[in-house]
């Protein structure tokens, strides 16, 4: 049985969550960071030195953090073709879209985007820098968007680790208040991405706990 230290409305939680459903894994999820705390116990230190989610331990395995390096774990450890192939090329492909997703996509929608609109007060939210946040996003959105519009997922017509990584971002860029403009193979994308099963329940996950007062 995999163990998953990490609260539920967390996306870096989410993204690992997601992987395991998708590959059919059983697995027990404790709660832990902000208020329900654990992460700064000299015990999860001990796992995980940075004191963040999520922190996995399969089976007689040594502690695993970092939800990108996980999901490869478990890409390489339970999955096959297409999910991911085999070959090292097709490997590439793959992961270079589950890279793209995480260092140029999401750390340009979760702090300065998704961060400032919902984990910041209203009366301390700069909306100009919001919108400039969110037209450079977009824009990195548009390489996606032309990619997806020949292809049914992010590297071709079958589902792949690499789709995890990006589309677990989607829910919450589809769900706050921002300007959403000239992306319609994203959107179709995202309406398929709500007809699986794993996402509805790991990614479409209330946020509410995360709002900051105005």
Known sequence: MIKVWGRKTSSNVQVVLWCLAELGLEFDRVDAGIHYGV?????????????????????????????????????????????????????????????????????????????????????????????????????????????????????????TVADVMFGHLLYRYYTIDIERTGLPNIARYYEDLQTRPAYREHVMVNYDELRAGD
């Open 39 to 159: 992460v700064n116990t000299p015990e999860y230190l001990a796992m995980n030195p940075n004191a963040t989610v999520p922190t996995i331990i399969d089976g007689d395995n040594p502690p695993m953090w970092e939800s990108a390096a996980i999901n490869r774990y478990l890409a390489r450890q339970y999955a096959s073709a297409p999910f991911w192939p085999a070959d090292p090329v097709e490997q590439a492909h793959v992961d270079q879209w589950a890279e793209w997703a995480k260092l140029n996509f999401g750390l340009n929608f979760s702090v300065p985007v998704f961060w400032k609109v919902v984990r910041t007060a209203k009366s301390k939210q700069d909306p100009e820098a919001i919108a400039s946040a969110v037209v450079k996003l977009n824009g990195i959105a548009q390489i996606a968007d032309r990619q997806l519009a020949s292809h049914q997922y992010l590297t071709g017509n079958n589902f």
